[in-house]
């Protein structure tokens, strides 16, 4: 069993939470850093970076969150700063427990945007799509049902922890529900882990975003994300775009799709 993986299944929480925290700490605090001593294009005060921070950190203790502080405050930094020449909302796909979710939540309230989430709510969708390894070596596998998390549970801890009049939530199958999705959008994270739903997020997600806009993976860690996004066929074929240049695609698990 990977150590990592022991120590969330033996360790109690509190003493997991500060081991994560330590671990990530390279990344995570320059990030910080670099959020909060830097202005953002949607006008922000020191004082608001550094709450948010904090309430960053206060979610992943009190929400089961895969992504690490970098992230989140990476794609936090980039929505603040798109300013009001990129108009849209900010869209999450795959919401597990609403952590990111929430997150987002209180990131589109000083960015004056709304947050629409994606999300089945029941799991993965029915595929035949068989994982494997990620690039850090962690055998990952995602069958029909796995990693169900009810919007219930979503829409509670965004209400406790967030800004939920921010926020709407669309249940259904990526492929059915993002089809019938028409607003402009400003910013998107995927965190959706299969590669046929990574399909349904772009073709639906990446021709409604705004010039300037971005769309972020958090799985472009797993081998078969990284082989769809490096895929020009795909991108020419399926998008009608030439491949964007994708910085770190390969080598990260969190990747920025520019438009």
Known sequence: MHLRSRIKR???WPLHY???KLYYAPQDLPAIAGFLFHTTASPTTFGERLRLVGAFYRISYRVDCPHTEHELITIARAILNLGTNVPGVIVEAGAYHGGSTTK???VAKLAKRKLAVFDSFEGMPENTEAGGASIY???????KGSHAVGLEEVRHNVATYGDSSR?????GWLSDTLK?????VAAACMNVDLAQSTKDCL????PLTSAGGVIFSQDAHFPWIIELLGDAAFWEKELGVPKPVIRNLG???FVAIPR
């Open 10 to 12: 033996y360790v109690p």
């Open 18 to 20: 500060l081991y994560r």
């Open 104 to 106: 987002l939540s209180l």
């Open 137 to 143: 070596g962690r055998e990952h596998h995602f069958p």
């Open 167 to 171: 926020v709407s939530f669309h249940k």
């Open 180 to 184: 019938d999705f028409t607003e402009p």
């Open 203 to 206: 073709k639906y997600l990446y």
């Open 251 to 253: 080598s990260s698990k």
